[in-house]
């Protein structure tokens, strides 16, 4: 079954709000990538993170990776109806295997 | 310009009748994958590769075929399609496994009746 869980499944901010989206996977990940997909587009490449506790930002985007290495955020500052879309954590298992497994994806709808 | 590309985009078909999606990329990427993206699921790996003549299930193989004879192709074939492979599928390429981002393609929506 599905082992990277992202909650919430889907949130509605209104324009100018914070958002956070996580990603909780049940075994150690080697590396946590996050994507974004437009409404009826595929998925982009947001970022990487490898190392145990990392933080990153980019603009209003901050990406945090667990010092577990099982656990991710996504935190938008300030909202805009261009961040509206389907974001998905990914990564590879540390056990070996070069499959990569994806969360659930969070949708984001953003009211203007 | 680089690129991943797929083709059909769209596709109905019958049960049982097989079909072949294509997917190329002129990146010169050594890792290729194939996902299908289905409603709070988000995106599975059916099957990757990681060179020429070298592939590997993914979480959800059955049903489904690889080959990748050349390294810019890597189709994928349903050799008797029933309606629970009915999809969104996307190709993906990177230069290789492990910490490099995967380039996507446009995605085939496949629907089987």
């Known amino acids: 079954g599905q082992q990277v869980m992202q909650i919430p499944q889907y949130q509605h901010v209104q324009e100018g709000e914070d958002f956070t989206t996580y990603c909780n996977s049940s075994?150690?990940?080697?590396?946590i990538q996050w994507y974004k997909q437009r409404p009826g587009g595929h998925p982009v490449f947001l970022i990487q993170?490898?190392?145990?506790?990392e933080v990153k930002k980019q603009k209003r985007l901050t990406f945090q990776f667990g010092e577990a290495k099982k656990n991710s955020s996504l935190h938008i500052t300030a909202t805009q109806t261009t961040d509206v879309g389907t974001y998905f954590c990914?990564?590879?298992?540390?056990?070996?295997?070069?499959?990569?497994?994806f969360g659930t994806g969070t949708r984001l709808k953003v009211l203007a | 310009e680089a690129q991943v590309t797929q083709n059909p985009r769209y596709l109905i078909t019958v049960t049982g009748k097989k079909l072949t999606v294509t997917c190329s990329q002129n990146m010169n990427h050594e890792y290729m994958s194939w996902y299908r993206q289905d409603p709070g699921l988000g995106l599975r790996q059916i099957y990757y590769s990681m060179n020429v003549e070298v592939t590997d299930k993914g979480d959800v193989p059955e049903g489904y075929k690889v080959s990748r004879k050349e390294k810019r192709n890597f189709p994928l074939i349903l050799e008797s399609p029933s309606p629970n492979q009915t999809s969104l599928y996307f190709c993906?390429?990177?230069?290789?496994?492990?910490?490099?981002?995967?380039?996507f393609g446009p995605g085939t929506r496949l629907t089987v009746t």
């Open positions: 993170l490898v190392k145990s506790g």
């Open positions: 990914a990564g590879i298992r540390s056990s070996g295997t070069y499959k990569y497994i």
């Open positions: 993906a390429s990177s230069p290789r496994i492990g910490q490099y981002e995967q380039y």
């Open positions: 075994t150690t990940l080697s590396n």
